[in-house]
């Protein structure tokens, strides 16, 4: 691979403006097809085969009002039911709503009015603007204490974005300090902008494929920043390496493309198979994730190593300031680092030790994760959507926040609805049940419940599955009636169950592919079998700090957490594939340098101290930098972007300092040689080894002139 990488940055340093003009032209016809012919991304979070998903379908194919989106406005006064009316009206006026229906509190202090919206594909986030202008007039005419909430804000909420900022800003400054040149800083932040445009605007043109979710762009550009930026520097880092060594600038491009360019694609493919891994969970709105989080990371490969040497060329010796220019003596591995590695690997034993007990300890806690949603009421109290959550409870008991919908096939037997009724309200965990809204045509009766307790509570978890798993057969069995519980409380609690059902088959097919991909690239079993260990440790110990902090509130409110919360139960797959992905980054920038060490000198020991001096500074920054970005997302006042936010950037901090510099020179000095030790067998099945990296980095290198 390294001769073609050699060639194709060479070709693209001494000719920049024709790869230039590709991705221009590329990102023309991706934004205006986008633009044309794109489809709108999905906004449901469903699941085949569960019961909830077997609700909403119920009601879809009758459709029942109950089976579309609902939002719900709160108003508080002493005379709340007298003001009622011209609250209710401007609500039944607003466009695609179906209707409304309203309840007083006992006191008489509190009305709840909920506006009936259809299913979720007939609307867009107009509706919620025209939800929010209205609330907001009639608070202004008539002075009374409204807030709202409900599933429409759930859906089309949007981020403000402010994450992205910050985290791009960050990195610019960290990436002056570590070039010294504006010129140096902007060309891995252009890079990552252009092709997280291209990566973005594209999902619109995917879904022809496979259904993209509407968060998925917002994860996205989290990822896509970080990966991006990292590439670009790595390849940059070593270009200067060979600019110092006196090489022209098509040279230094090319060669930089040959070594670290090498690193970046297998670096890059070990994101994109972890990430792809997902399919594996049989989640439709996770798989679908996973691919438009796959693709951004792809185009930022393929930006790396074809538009990244174009302006590498173009920039020339620009992209070393002023503080130095080619030919000035040649790259010298930093003092401090070489100190470093020497350190640890004398005393290897001991930081092995030191290093997995700190892991395992920060990884304890995930023995206590618990998979759920955060509802409104976790959100901060300045929002509306908090206000209306804790009016509703105050005025009508936790459960209103959470109804259950429960979808009856009466089309065999219509008489199963009333003693239905009356067994869920007898149980123990029901307040209340509505009357029941019975469709004799399309042969489907709704019972809207009240749980006692509230959507975060373990308790309505349990009062669904009695409902499951004891009421509904109790009063069914025989009649050929078949019920189904439904609703937004109901769904997140399907899917954490779904999640940990499919967890372990997804956690095994990522370390597969992984461990297979190293093992093809260092021609080596063990070094890939660390590599996996060590990245099951930093997955783990981000695991175990979103527990400390998100449900056991350690630290919350530096995060701006105002309460405990479940961890999102899609959150654990996510993390999972991408953290194992960008850690690999680390661990192949690192093992690639060590490598080519090896293959120079053949000792083991001198090769590992080499490689953290020659990447320490550099793993350093990018680690800097992928942090600043993840951490830039605990900004947003969604709890589970925090929390992948907060994840992301505890586990690339302790990647790339716990690990990279301490564990992996720890464990490969013990090792030995035995490191890089590979079965006769499976050496004859492998590929032919690249010879290319270390003759390259090594052969002779015109002087600039």
Do not use: C
Request: net charge negative.
């Amino acid at each position: 691979m390294s001769p073609l990488l050699h060639r194709l940055g060479r070709s693209a340093a001494t000719h920049p403006w024709t790869a230039i003009g590709a991705w221009v032209v590329l990102a023309l016809v991706v934004v205006a097809s986008s633009v044309a012919f794109g489809r709108d991304l999905e906004e449901g979070f469903d699941a085949p085969g569960l019961d909830s998903s077997q609700a909403a379908e119920l009601l879809a194919g009758a459709q029942a009002d109950e089976g579309g989106v609902t939002a719900h406005v709160v108003l508080e006064a002493p005379d709340a039911a007298a003001r009622l009316t011209p609250v209710e009206t401007t609500l039944q006026s607003l466009p695609r709503v179906l209707g409304t229906t309203s309840s007083i509190s006992p006191d008489g202090t509190i009305a709840l009015v909920r506006v009936q919206y259809p299913a979720l594909e007939h609307l867009d986030a107009s509706d919620l603007d025209h939800l929010k202008d209205a609330v907001a007039d009639l608070r202004e005419e008539s002075s009374l204490t409204l807030e709202a909430g409900g599933d429409l804000f759930f859906a089309f909420e949007e981020p403000t974005g402010l994450g992205e900022v910050a985290g791009i800003v960050v990195a610019m400054i960290i990436l002056l300090i570590a070039f010294g040149s504006f010129v140096a800083m902007g060309l891995p932040i252009g890079m990552a902008l252009f092709g997280l445009v291209i990566g973005i605007t594209s999902m619109k043109l995917v879904t022809y494929l496979i259904d993209i979710p509407m968060w998925a762009p917002q994860l996205a550009a989290m990822v896509g920043l970080g990966v991006g930026i990292d590439y670009a520097l790595f390849l940059v880092t070593r270009h200067r390496e060979n600019l110092a060594l006196g090489m022209p600038v098509a040279e230094a491009a090319g060669r930089a493309l040959a070594t670290a360019g090498q690193a970046v694609i297998v670096a890059g493919g070990t994101v994109v198979v972890a990430i792809l891994g997902l399919l594996v969970a049989g989640i439709p709105f996770v798989t679908g994730g996973g691919v438009a989080i796959s693709a951004t990371v792809l185009v930022m490969v393929l930006a790396s190593v074809t538009l990244l040497p174009a302006l590498l060329g173009l920039a020339g010796q620009r992209i070393n300031g002023r503080r130095r220019r080619a030919g000035d003596g040649a790259h010298r591995p930093s003092s401090g680092w070489t100190r470093w590695g020497t350190h640890v690997t004398r005393h290897a034993a001991a930081y092995l030790t030191a290093g997995a007990v700190l892991m395992i300890a920060l990884a304890a806690p995930v023995l206590a994760l618990d998979l759920g949603f955060p509802d409104d009421g976790t959100k901060p109290g300045s929002t509306t959507e908090r206000r209306a959550y804790d009016l509703i409870a105050d005025g009508f008991g936790p459960g209103a926040n959470g109804p259950l919908v429960i979808a009856v096939d009466i089309s065999r037997d219509r008489s199963v609805v009333a003693p239905l009724a009356a067994a869920v309200a007898a149980d123990p965990g029901i307040a209340s049940v509505a009357t029941p809204a019975v469709d004799p045509t399309a042969g489907v009766a709704t019972l809207m419940a009240q749980p006692t307790t509230s959507p975060q509570d373990v308790a309505t978890q349990e009062t669904v599955a009695r409902l499951r798993g004891e009421v509904f057969p109790t009063v069914l069995d025989g009649t050929g009636a078949t019920a189904h519980v439904g609703g937004q409380t109901a769904t997140f609690a399907d899917l954490g169950d779904r999640v940990q059902e499919r967890m372990p088959r997804f956690v095994v097919a990522v370390l597969l592919l992984s461990f297979l991909l190293l093992t093809v690239m260092f021609r080596s079993v063990l070094v890939p079998l660390k590599a996996v260990v060590l990245n099951l440790l930093s997955v783990g110990a981000a695991y175990g700090v979103l527990v400390m902090i998100f449900q056991w509130g350690w630290a919350a409110g530096l995060v701006g957490v105002e309460s405990t919360v479940p961890i999102v139960s899609f959150i654990p797959l996510f993390m999972f594939a991408i953290l194992f992905g960008l850690s690999m980054d680390y661990e192949v920038f690192l093992l690639s340098r060590v490598r080519e060490e090896y293959r120079r000198h053949g000792d083991n020991t001198r090769a590992v101290i080499a490689g953290i001096a020659g990447t320490g500074r550099t793993i350093t920054a990018a680690a800097l930098i992928m942090v600043a970005v993840f951490s830039g997302f605990v900004l947003g006042s969604d709890p589970a972007v925090k929390m992948m936010g907060v994840g992301l950037a505890t586990a690339i901090l302790l990647d790339a300092t716990v690990v990279r510099l301490v564990l992996v020179p720890a464990a490969m000095r013990l090792l030995g040689d035995v490191n890089w030790w590979l079965p006769g067998w499976l050496h004859r099945l492998l590929p032919e080894e690249d010879a290319a990296p270390a003759e390259i980095a090594d052969g002779p290198a015109p002087l600039a002139s």
